[in-house]
Protein backbone atom coordinates (compact mmCIF):
# COMPACT_ATOMS: atom_id res chain seq x y z
CA UNK A 1 0.00 0.00 0.00
CA UNK A 2 1.22 3.40 -1.22
CA UNK A 3 1.73 5.50 2.18
CA UNK A 4 1.60 9.03 1.02
CA UNK A 5 2.52 12.39 3.54
CA UNK A 6 -0.20 14.69 4.69
CA UNK A 7 0.49 17.37 2.44
CA UNK A 8 0.19 14.98 -0.54
CA UNK A 9 -3.16 13.65 1.20
CA UNK A 10 -3.96 17.63 1.76
CA UNK A 11 -3.65 18.18 -1.96
CA UNK A 12 -5.05 14.99 -3.46
CA UNK A 13 -8.87 16.26 -1.22
CA UNK A 14 -8.39 19.92 -2.00
CA UNK A 15 -7.25 19.27 -5.50
CA UNK A 16 -7.69 15.84 -6.74
CA UNK A 17 -11.01 14.54 -8.55
CA UNK A 18 -12.19 11.99 -5.52
CA UNK A 19 -11.50 13.99 -2.29
CA UNK A 20 -13.76 11.00 -0.72
CA UNK A 21 -10.85 8.51 -1.90
CA UNK A 22 -8.71 11.19 -0.23
CA UNK A 23 -10.74 11.36 2.52
CA UNK A 24 -10.38 7.65 2.74
CA UNK A 25 -7.21 6.99 2.68
CA UNK A 26 -6.71 9.80 5.42
CA UNK A 27 -9.01 7.36 7.60
CA UNK A 28 -6.51 4.44 6.64
CA UNK A 29 -3.60 6.08 7.67
CA UNK A 30 -4.90 7.73 11.22
CA UNK A 31 -7.68 5.16 12.39
CA UNK A 32 -5.81 3.23 14.80
CA UNK A 33 -3.70 5.81 15.96
CA UNK A 34 -7.20 7.85 17.03
CA UNK A 35 -8.61 4.72 18.12
CA UNK A 36 -5.70 3.92 20.47
CA UNK A 37 -5.38 7.93 21.80
CA UNK A 38 -8.95 8.16 22.55
CA UNK A 39 -9.41 4.38 23.86
CA UNK A 40 -6.98 4.86 26.32
CA UNK A 41 -8.44 7.50 27.81
CA UNK A 42 -12.26 6.63 27.73
CA UNK A 43 -11.15 2.68 28.36
CA UNK A 44 -14.23 1.41 27.02
CA UNK A 45 -13.51 0.26 23.55
CA UNK A 46 -17.52 0.64 22.92
CA UNK A 47 -17.27 4.04 23.78
CA UNK A 48 -14.22 4.98 21.97
CA UNK A 49 -15.76 3.38 18.75
CA UNK A 50 -19.04 6.30 18.39
CA UNK A 51 -16.11 9.01 19.59
CA UNK A 52 -13.57 7.69 16.93
CA UNK A 53 -16.48 8.25 14.39
CA UNK A 54 -17.70 11.39 15.77
CA UNK A 55 -14.00 12.28 15.32
CA UNK A 56 -13.43 11.46 12.07
CA UNK A 57 -16.89 13.29 10.99
CA UNK A 58 -15.78 16.35 12.63
CA UNK A 59 -12.27 16.37 10.55
CA UNK A 60 -14.10 15.46 7.45
CA UNK A 61 -16.48 18.43 8.27
CA UNK A 62 -13.57 20.69 8.66
CA UNK A 63 -10.77 19.24 6.34
CA UNK A 64 -12.23 22.68 3.76
CA UNK A 65 -11.46 25.11 6.21
CA UNK A 66 -8.16 23.71 7.03
CA UNK A 67 -5.41 25.88 6.58
CA UNK A 68 -1.83 23.87 7.19
CA UNK A 69 -0.80 26.09 9.74
CA UNK A 70 -0.25 23.43 12.39
CA UNK A 71 0.14 20.45 10.78
CA UNK A 72 -3.02 17.80 9.77
CA UNK A 73 -1.65 15.50 12.40
CA UNK A 74 -1.87 17.70 15.19
CA UNK A 75 -5.01 19.12 14.47
CA UNK A 76 -6.24 14.92 14.01
CA UNK A 77 -5.34 14.99 17.67
CA UNK A 78 -6.51 18.08 18.92
CA UNK A 79 -10.21 17.05 18.02
CA UNK A 80 -9.83 13.51 19.28
CA UNK A 81 -8.31 14.85 22.35
CA UNK A 82 -11.20 17.62 22.93
CA UNK A 83 -13.87 15.02 21.98
CA UNK A 84 -12.39 11.88 24.94
CA UNK A 85 -12.33 15.13 27.45
CA UNK A 86 -15.58 16.10 26.55
CA UNK A 87 -17.16 12.80 26.73
CA UNK A 88 -15.48 12.57 30.25
CA UNK A 89 -17.00 15.56 31.45
CA UNK A 90 -20.29 14.47 29.75
CA UNK A 91 -20.05 11.30 31.61
CA UNK A 92 -19.21 13.52 34.81
CA UNK A 93 -22.11 15.75 34.88
CA UNK A 94 -24.54 13.05 33.33
CA UNK A 95 -24.17 10.80 36.33
CA UNK A 96 -22.92 13.37 39.29
CA UNK A 97 -19.92 11.67 39.20
CA UNK A 98 -17.12 13.46 41.10
CA UNK A 99 -14.08 13.47 39.91
CA UNK A 100 -12.63 10.53 41.81
CA UNK A 101 -15.58 8.52 41.09
CA UNK A 102 -15.37 8.93 37.46
CA UNK A 103 -11.68 7.26 37.33
CA UNK A 104 -12.90 4.73 39.69
CA UNK A 105 -15.82 4.08 37.30
CA UNK A 106 -12.76 4.05 34.65
CA UNK A 107 -10.53 1.59 36.61
CA UNK A 108 -13.22 -0.54 37.13
CA UNK A 109 -14.19 -0.72 33.13
CA UNK A 110 -10.41 -2.13 32.05
CA UNK A 111 -11.01 -5.03 34.55
CA UNK A 112 -14.09 -5.75 33.39
CA UNK A 113 -12.63 -5.48 29.70
CA UNK A 114 -13.19 -8.50 27.69
CA UNK A 115 -11.05 -6.92 25.08
CA UNK A 116 -7.96 -6.17 27.49
CA UNK A 117 -5.23 -8.73 27.15
CA UNK A 118 -2.83 -7.39 28.56
CA UNK A 119 -0.14 -8.49 31.84
CA UNK A 120 -0.59 -7.87 35.35
CA UNK A 121 2.22 -5.27 35.03
CA UNK A 122 0.44 -3.39 32.24
CA UNK A 123 -2.60 -3.29 34.19
CA UNK A 124 -1.09 -1.56 37.18
CA UNK A 125 0.11 0.69 34.80
CA UNK A 126 -2.96 1.74 33.26
CA UNK A 127 -4.80 1.92 36.54
CA UNK A 128 -1.83 4.18 37.58
CA UNK A 129 -2.38 6.79 34.89
CA UNK A 130 -5.88 6.82 35.37
CA UNK A 131 -4.83 8.26 39.16
CA UNK A 132 -3.77 10.94 37.51
CA UNK A 133 -5.27 14.72 36.05
CA UNK A 134 -7.24 14.33 32.81
CA UNK A 135 -4.62 16.76 30.93
CA UNK A 136 -1.41 14.99 32.89
CA UNK A 137 -3.00 11.39 31.82
CA UNK A 138 -3.11 12.78 28.21
CA UNK A 139 0.56 14.07 28.21
CA UNK A 140 1.80 10.98 29.64
CA UNK A 141 -0.37 8.60 26.86
CA UNK A 142 1.15 11.34 24.08
CA UNK A 143 4.63 11.09 25.27
CA UNK A 144 4.84 6.79 26.73
CA UNK A 145 2.46 5.24 24.14
CA UNK A 146 2.67 7.66 21.21
CA UNK A 147 6.04 8.58 21.50
CA UNK A 148 4.79 12.23 20.25
CA UNK A 149 7.56 15.01 20.22
CA UNK A 150 6.92 17.81 22.64
CA UNK A 151 7.14 20.32 20.03
CA UNK A 152 3.83 18.53 17.97
CA UNK A 153 2.31 18.04 21.76
CA UNK A 154 2.84 21.75 22.27
CA UNK A 155 1.32 22.41 19.59
CA UNK A 156 -2.10 19.21 20.09
CA UNK A 157 -2.62 20.67 23.97
CA UNK A 158 -1.65 24.18 23.58
CA UNK A 159 0.79 24.55 26.16
CA UNK A 160 4.65 24.79 26.39
CA UNK A 161 7.31 22.77 26.13
CA UNK A 162 8.55 22.95 29.52
CA UNK A 163 5.42 22.62 30.82
CA UNK A 164 5.02 19.21 28.98
CA UNK A 165 8.10 17.63 29.76
CA UNK A 166 7.48 19.14 33.57
CA UNK A 167 4.10 17.71 33.44
CA UNK A 168 5.48 14.01 31.99
CA UNK A 169 8.62 14.07 34.36
CA UNK A 170 5.34 14.23 37.68
CA UNK A 171 3.32 11.67 35.52
CA UNK A 172 5.69 8.94 35.60
CA UNK A 173 6.72 9.51 38.90
CA UNK A 174 3.54 9.51 40.09
CA UNK A 175 2.67 6.41 38.51
CA UNK A 176 6.11 4.61 40.07
CA UNK A 177 4.89 5.38 43.36
CA UNK A 178 1.31 3.90 42.43
CA UNK A 179 2.87 0.53 41.34
CA UNK A 180 4.93 0.45 44.17
CA UNK A 181 2.67 1.26 46.81
CA UNK B 1 4.48 12.67 11.36
CA UNK B 2 7.92 11.75 12.80
CA UNK B 3 7.77 10.51 16.63
CA UNK B 4 10.41 10.46 18.73
CA UNK B 5 12.10 7.06 18.92
CA UNK B 6 12.16 4.42 21.51
CA UNK B 7 15.60 4.93 22.35
CA UNK B 8 14.46 8.73 23.04
CA UNK B 9 11.87 7.87 24.83
CA UNK B 10 13.91 5.19 26.90
CA UNK B 11 16.76 7.60 27.58
CA UNK B 12 14.43 10.58 29.10
CA UNK B 13 12.75 7.58 31.55
CA UNK B 14 16.40 6.70 32.85
CA UNK B 15 17.72 10.67 33.04
CA UNK B 16 14.68 11.41 35.37
CA UNK B 17 15.48 7.99 37.12
CA UNK B 18 12.59 6.09 36.40
CA UNK B 19 12.24 2.48 36.15
CA UNK B 20 9.09 2.37 34.29
CA UNK B 21 9.36 0.00 31.46
CA UNK B 22 9.83 1.49 28.22
CA UNK B 23 6.76 1.12 25.98
CA UNK B 24 5.67 -2.27 25.35
CA UNK B 25 4.79 -3.08 21.74
CA UNK B 26 1.42 -4.53 23.36
CA UNK B 27 -0.97 -1.86 24.72
CA UNK B 28 -2.78 -4.32 26.44
CA UNK B 29 -6.12 -3.03 25.26
CA UNK B 30 -7.74 -5.19 22.27
CA UNK B 31 -10.16 -4.80 19.45
CA UNK B 32 -12.62 -7.45 18.03
CA UNK B 33 -11.08 -9.64 14.88
CA UNK B 34 -11.38 -6.91 11.67
CA UNK B 35 -12.46 -3.97 13.78
CA UNK B 36 -10.23 -1.81 11.92
CA UNK B 37 -11.24 -3.06 8.22
CA UNK B 38 -14.71 -2.48 9.54
CA UNK B 39 -13.99 0.83 10.96
CA UNK B 40 -13.05 2.72 7.86
CA UNK B 41 -16.48 1.77 6.56
CA UNK B 42 -18.18 2.37 9.65
CA UNK B 43 -16.98 5.68 9.01
CA UNK B 44 -17.44 6.35 5.71
CA UNK B 45 -21.28 5.22 5.90
CA UNK B 46 -21.85 7.89 9.07
CA UNK B 47 -20.29 10.95 6.07
CA UNK B 48 -22.58 9.40 3.60
CA UNK B 49 -25.17 10.09 5.96
CA UNK B 50 -23.84 13.13 7.04
CA UNK B 51 -23.83 14.06 3.43
CA UNK B 52 -27.60 12.79 3.13
CA UNK B 53 -28.73 14.79 6.11
CA UNK B 54 -30.59 18.29 5.12
CA UNK B 55 -28.22 20.45 7.76
CA UNK B 56 -25.20 18.51 6.24
CA UNK B 57 -23.91 21.98 4.87
CA UNK B 58 -24.64 25.42 5.71
CA UNK B 59 -26.88 27.21 3.79
CA UNK B 60 -25.15 29.65 1.00
CA UNK B 61 -25.50 33.40 2.42
CA UNK B 62 -26.12 33.55 -1.21
CA UNK B 63 -29.36 32.27 -1.34
CA UNK B 64 -30.47 34.65 1.24
CA UNK B 65 -31.86 37.72 0.15
CA UNK B 66 -29.71 40.32 1.37
CA UNK B 67 -32.09 42.27 3.46
CA UNK B 68 -33.10 39.72 5.92
CA UNK B 69 -28.98 38.46 5.84
CA UNK B 70 -28.56 41.48 6.97
CA UNK B 71 -31.00 41.64 9.36
CA UNK B 72 -29.83 38.17 10.80
CA UNK B 73 -26.47 39.27 11.54
CA UNK B 74 -27.74 42.21 13.38
CA UNK B 75 -30.14 40.45 15.31
CA UNK B 76 -27.32 38.01 15.97
CA UNK B 77 -24.78 40.98 16.94
CA UNK B 78 -27.06 42.37 19.16
CA UNK B 79 -27.76 38.57 21.01
CA UNK B 80 -24.16 38.10 21.50
CA UNK B 81 -23.71 41.65 23.30
CA UNK B 82 -26.65 40.97 25.22
CA UNK B 83 -25.31 37.38 26.35
CA UNK B 84 -21.72 38.74 26.94
CA UNK B 85 -22.96 41.42 29.38
CA UNK B 86 -25.36 38.75 30.66
CA UNK B 87 -22.60 36.44 31.38
CA UNK B 88 -20.79 39.57 32.55
CA UNK B 89 -23.03 41.03 35.05
CA UNK B 90 -24.08 37.77 36.70
CA UNK B 91 -23.40 34.70 38.72
CA UNK B 92 -20.25 34.91 40.76
CA UNK B 93 -19.06 37.99 41.90
CA UNK B 94 -17.78 39.46 38.69
CA UNK B 95 -19.47 37.24 36.01
CA UNK B 96 -19.31 33.80 34.43
CA UNK B 97 -16.87 35.02 32.09
CA UNK B 98 -14.83 37.24 34.07
CA UNK B 99 -11.08 37.38 34.41
CA UNK B 100 -11.00 37.10 38.24
CA UNK B 101 -10.05 33.59 38.49
CA UNK B 102 -7.15 33.83 36.69
CA UNK B 103 -6.34 37.41 38.44
CA UNK B 104 -6.81 35.17 41.63
CA UNK B 105 -4.43 32.24 40.40
CA UNK B 106 -1.92 35.01 39.44
CA UNK B 107 -2.60 36.39 42.66
CA UNK B 108 -2.06 33.48 44.75
CA UNK B 109 0.87 31.98 42.97
CA UNK B 110 2.66 35.20 42.96
CA UNK B 111 2.51 35.56 46.63
CA UNK B 112 3.48 32.02 47.66
CA UNK B 113 5.58 31.77 44.48
CA UNK B 114 7.80 35.03 45.98
CA UNK B 115 8.00 33.47 49.64
CA UNK B 116 9.67 29.82 47.89
CA UNK B 117 8.92 28.99 44.52
CA UNK B 118 10.42 25.70 44.85
CA UNK B 119 8.59 25.04 48.07
CA UNK B 120 5.58 26.09 46.00
CA UNK B 121 6.42 23.68 43.65
CA UNK B 122 7.38 20.47 46.46
CA UNK B 123 3.55 21.57 47.49
CA UNK B 124 2.64 20.43 43.76
CA UNK B 125 4.53 17.64 43.80
CA UNK B 126 1.89 16.97 47.46
CA UNK B 127 5.40 15.68 49.19
CA UNK B 128 6.42 19.43 51.32
CA UNK B 129 9.57 19.38 52.69
CA UNK B 130 8.80 21.58 55.19
CA UNK B 131 5.37 20.51 56.75
CA UNK B 132 5.93 23.31 59.32
CA UNK B 133 4.26 26.00 57.06
CA UNK B 134 1.13 26.92 56.66
CA UNK B 135 -0.31 23.46 56.60
CA UNK B 136 -3.78 25.59 55.50
CA UNK B 137 -1.95 26.92 52.28
CA UNK B 138 -0.78 23.78 51.31
CA UNK B 139 -4.21 22.66 51.06
CA UNK B 140 -5.15 25.33 49.34
CA UNK B 141 -2.80 25.22 46.52
CA UNK B 142 -3.54 21.47 46.31
CA UNK B 143 -6.54 21.90 45.64
CA UNK B 144 -5.40 23.91 42.35
CA UNK B 145 -4.68 22.61 38.93
CA UNK B 146 -1.44 21.20 39.07
CA UNK B 147 -0.86 22.33 35.35
CA UNK B 148 -1.77 25.36 36.09
CA UNK B 149 1.05 26.10 38.79
CA UNK B 150 3.42 24.40 36.53
CA UNK B 151 2.47 26.39 33.54
CA UNK B 152 3.02 29.37 35.70
CA UNK B 153 6.75 28.23 37.38
CA UNK B 154 7.61 27.78 33.78
CA UNK B 155 6.81 31.25 32.38
CA UNK B 156 7.96 32.59 35.53
CA UNK B 157 11.38 30.63 35.60
CA UNK B 158 14.11 33.32 34.84
CA UNK B 159 12.24 35.84 37.04
CA UNK B 160 12.09 33.56 40.21
CA UNK B 161 15.32 31.84 38.86
CA UNK B 162 14.44 28.70 38.66
CA UNK B 163 15.74 26.41 35.94
CA UNK B 164 14.01 23.48 33.98
CA UNK B 165 15.75 21.27 35.67
CA UNK B 166 14.79 22.30 39.20
CA UNK B 167 11.06 21.60 37.99
CA UNK B 168 11.71 18.30 36.72
CA UNK B 169 13.70 17.05 39.33
CA UNK B 170 13.66 18.65 42.40
CA UNK B 171 16.22 17.99 44.91
CA UNK B 172 15.90 17.05 48.61
CA UNK B 173 16.25 20.28 50.95
CA UNK B 174 15.53 22.76 48.38
CA UNK B 175 12.05 23.62 49.38
CA UNK B 176 13.75 25.50 52.72
CA UNK B 177 14.93 28.33 50.29
CA UNK B 178 18.35 27.48 49.34
Known sequence: MTHYSDEDLLDMYNQGDNPDY??????????QQIYWHIRRMVISHDDTNDLVQDVFVKIWKGL?????????????????????????????????LPLVDV????????????YYDGNEIEKTIQKAILSLPEKQR?????????????EDMSKVLDTSEGALKASYHHAAKKIEKFIHN | MKRATREEISRELREMGSELPVSPESKGFGVPDGY???????????????????????????????????????????????????????GTD??????ADHVWQED???LYASMDPLYFYELVLEEPQNVARSEAAASEINKVEEEAILQYLYNTSEFYNITLEDLTMPEEGVANGS
Open chain 1, 22 to 31: AFNLLVSKYQ
Open chain 1, 64 to 96: DRFRGDAGLYTWMYRIATNEALTFLKKKRTRYF
Open chain 1, 103 to 114: EQNLAEQLEADV
Open chain 1, 138 to 150: IVFNLRYYDQMKY
Open chain 2, 36 to 90: FDRLSIDIRDRITAEKSSPNARPVSITLIPRRLAYAMVAVMVLLAFSVSLFLIDR
Open chain 2, 94 to 99: NGYLSE
Open chain 2, 108 to 110: YFT
